[in-house]
């Protein structure tokens, strides 16, 4: 107990020893070129989606904004994306698991910069913004909707507005109120007694609705926050000045980050997040149906029709290298999920893919035990932080809040 209690005060002497003196100009050359990586400003320009010749289209964003808004866009006309990517909580809703016509399995991600990503949801089930937008409307579990009934409702609510934007839209006359591929039996024999025009037809206008919120959610973006002062300080080899100055403790924080923690290995670039799959080890949520993560999905997104190689994608098919070249079969992807951006993190508690845990404190014990995974490896392995360690740690991330 004594060597345990005199091993924590060296720790802990050593920290305070580093943190009394620590100062940007304590940065190395090569710290000093990893943070201001993770700048805001180091972000390129949005490149073009050739996929959505739409993504652009400032009346396809106002559609786009105006659907996503729209509780009409549920079966029960009580449901809008936004009920659950709430606008004044960085676009998702502070619980564990989202709650559409019924509550989800999933947590929901906030969408500041979701544009910017390769693959979406947790598992990355989508390849792209405007396919990503349309899962939720069939989702029995979020929207419920089925394809037909969004083909009238843009007819009945937004039919001038739609042709003005896309084109004329097809002949719905006598086509089922209610019929998809998914949804109720009913709703899908329905769906397959359709001709293959008027399926074709529909699905053009299904895919119209995802382009048009995603022209939307391509204006999502993270504003400046202290960190960002601060590095672009740095960057330029000046003093930070006002509310760009991290405190010893942000610092030796910082420091932790890009070091000894290895959070940056994964939460990397200006987002903070290399987007891609790791097992991690966290764990599952007991009541919940079994959640394998991305090895769970690699035939979904190779098989979705609304894909990158799919027919109602605009462009050619070299813009599908990301799909093409995915990773498709390993044990690395058993139970793997997205790293999430850590952009306002701390303003957004519950954590991880389905709300594990409540607090940031959790998740920063979660890594430094690094308990096995129920199933396949965890990529992360114990550290050994003290007490002020983890507590320089979290400070640090309470400056990626703007």
């Not at 009934?149 to 089922?176: N, T, V």
């Not at 070299?318 to 993190?345: I, W």
């Amino acid at each position: 107990m004594k060597g345990r209690l005199l091993t924590n005060i060296i720790a802990a002497a050593a920290l305070a020893a580093a943190m009394a003196g620590c100062t940007d100009a304590d940065f190395t050359d090569a710290e000093k070129r990893t943070i201001a990586s993770m700048a805001l400003s180091a972000l390129a320009p949005l490149p073009a989606d050739p996929t959505n010749r739409f993504a652009d289209d400032p009346g396809a964003a106002a559609l786009g904004a105006t659907l996503f808004f729209d509780t009409g866009m549920s079966r029960d006309g009580n449901v809008a994306c936004g009920t659950c990517h709430k606008i004044d909580r960085q676009f998702q809703d502070d619980l564990p698991r989202g709650i559409g016509v019924a509550q989800t399995n999933r947590r929901t991600m906030p969408l500041a910069g979701v544009a910017r990503d390769p693959f979406f949801f947790w598992d990355g089930r989508r390849d792209s913004l405007w396919s990503q937008a349309l899962v939720p409307l069939e989702n029995p579990l979020e929207h419920a909707g089925t394809r037909t009934s969004y083909a009238h409702y843009i007819k009945r609510r937004f039919g001038e507005r739609y042709e003005r934007i896309f084109r004329p839209l097809p002949d719905l006359d006598g086509l089922p109120a209610s019929a998809g591929p998914f949804g109720t039996p009913a709703e899908q024999a329905a769906w397959r007694a359709m001709t293959v025009q008027q399926r074709d037809g529909v699905d053009l206008v299904f895919a119209d609705i995802g382009k048009a919120m995603a022209a939307f959610e391509r204006s999502l973006v993270h504003a400046p926050t202290r960190f960002d002062r601060f590095a672009d300080a740095l960057a330029k080899g000046t003093a930070p000045a006002g509310d760009a100055v991290l405190s010893e403790e942000e610092e030796a924080g910082l420091r932790l980050f890009i070091g000894k923690a290895n959070c940056s290995t994964c939460h990397t670039g200006p987002r903070f997040t290399d987007n891609h799959f790791h097992n991690t080890g966290v764990p599952p949520v007991a009541g919940l149906p079994v959640d394998r993560g991305r090895i769970a999905v690699v035939d979904e997104v190779r098989a979705d029709p609304f894909n990158c190689l799919g027919r109602l994608r605009d462009g050619g098919e070299e813009a599908c290298g990301e799909l093409r070249f995915m990773q498709k079969s390993s044990p690395e992807l058993v139970r793997a999920y997205k790293t999430p951006s850590l952009r306002g993190v701390a303003d957004r508690p519950p954590y991880m893919h389905a709300g594990q845990f409540a607090t940031l404190e959790q998740v920063v014990d979660h890594y430094v035990r690094a308990q096995a995974s129920v199933e396949g490896e965890t990529e992360i392995h114990p550290l050994q932080l003290s007490d002020r360690e983890r507590a320089a740690l979290l400070a640090f991330l309470k400056t990626l809040s703007d």
